[in-house]
């Protein structure tokens, strides 16, 4: 185990030991570091370099594809896969369908799940265990349960050929987790707070939107990003409600578009997968401490 | 005070929204659902009861028990190598890189936000065999192997998925574990050292009981991911070859959009929900047991 080899000895014997004894001392710790060193770059590896190529590859020809061997670098830079994505793969419409239903799927699992929360934590009221009880249950639930109804439901009402059925199933997911994490972190306020704006004669309502929210500034953002991902990166219910190519959203395009290519067009599937990487790679270089915490956060609460 | 926070007026207006749409939309089609699967047929064919029929048809067909069996083995396997693999990485970055694991921790976990199609996708092309061969089979030869077509099996499909959900988990996993280390406090660690235990017996005797109770949490969380598994099987080999990879997600899908049979596609969504609650319970129960013991 490389763990207990390299854990620095503080008992009495160092203490203990002359100046020789350190130089050498050291000169083992660097020693026994090296196996750890190597166990790092081979992990680095592991995980950089298949993303990587996947982004070198979107810069290769079709023929760079077929007769160079796949750990050589592109020969130019040609964004010419990339054009062909964007506009013969559909890869631009499926990102506007991504932005369009994620954005307000989002804002709305936000506006009610925020209040929903307040009302379940910072009110008091008989019957709001039961309540919170209710709706933790539905985190339990596997989406696959409703889908059936509410595909029947749209069909009825008549909003298939929309993002509709998109966006309200989005929303109704994520709304439990959503609203029992609000209600945890209103918890962690302490009472004191909202008690003392009613002293100042705030009414509940009006403590809400003065003190509630922007209180829960931070866990707002890092409640989003939690949804924004789940459905941003959501295939079963993008596949169940895209009754028409123009509705894909950038996974189902994603997945049509192996279908398209397969083994044909490397290039342009290449270059659709990468863009994935890169935006999300930007995304996370700016947040992803909270990223990491809230996806750690809304996985152990729920 | 408590009359202002229990005012009426202010509660309805914050949680109705809410609970109206949670009840319309979940909990009435997760009940039409419950009936629907004592039901044959579909929305423009129309309904006809068969009582118990489609229960007795699941356990009688091959096909639904085969992916039965893909899901839980997926499961299985999928869990039990993300939280060792988690585990060790949150172990290397607590003890072995300390204060310096920031980087390694964020690298590690950044494959967790890529969309699974992605991911399959970039895991099909890995593995790719002929006149585009992939790094995989480049390295096989290498080493003087011959290439495999991994997707042209079940067995190969299986390992490519599960693969592909350790690379993109495990620093998900390890970042869930390493929050969960660092909450040890460093004098009973310390105080072990002292008695004489390092190494292996120091993590099975002290670091693993003291950490139990989020690698019980994270255990049931990946258990309830993993038994639903969906869009790696389905964009790494679209469940095939033939139906050998598609789990029960996958054949609820097709059962009731592609063959439009509605009420079977529920009978098997409520058994995959009853597998989700046997799974948590089976876990609870036999942590629980340990603990107490």
Known sequence: MTTSKTIPETGFAARRATASAVRSRRAGRILRRIPVWILIAVLLIVVLYPQFWMVMGSFKTQTEFLSNPTWSLPQYWDFNNYIQALTTGNVAVNYRNSILVTVPSVMLILILGVAAGYALEVMVWRGRNPVLLLILGGIMVPGQMILVPLFTFYFKIGITDSLWPMIITYTVDGLPLTTFLMAAYFRSVPREVFEAATMDGSGPLRSFFNIGIPLMRNAILTVALVEFFSIWNDLLVALTFTTD??????????????????????????????????????VFIFLNKRIMSGLAAGSLKG | MKRVFGDRKTIIILLAPTLIIYVLLKIVPVMWSLGLSFFEGNTLSGFSFVGFANFGKFFTDPIAIQSLWVSIIFAILATGGQIILGYLLALLYVFVLRKGSAFVRTAVFFPMVLPTVAVALLFRNLVSVGQ???????????????????????????????????????????????????????????????????????????IVPLSLPILISSIIFSFNSTLKVFDSLLALNNGGPGTSTTPLTLYMYQTAFNYSDYGYASTIALMLTILCLLFTLAIFRSSSRKAES
């Open chain 1, 245 to 282: 190519p123009s509705l894909a959203t950038i996974q189902v395009g994603l997945l049509s578009l192996n279908d398209q290519y397969g083994s044909t067009q490397y290039g342009p599937l290449f270059a659709a997968v990468s863009i994935n990487i890169v935006a999300l790679l930007i």
């Open chain 2, 132 to 206: 585009n061969q992939g790094p995989i089979n480049d390295i096989i030869n290498f080493f003087g192997g011959k290439s495999v077509e991994f997707l042209a099996s079940n067995v190969g499909t299986m390992t490519v998925a599960l693969l592909m959900t350790y690379w993109s988990s495990m620093g998900f996993y390890a970042v869930l574990l390493y929050t969960g280390l660092l909450d040890i406090p460093e004098e009973v660690i310390e105080s072990a050292r002292l008695d004489g235990a390092n190494g292996v017996k120091l993590i099975r005797h002290i």
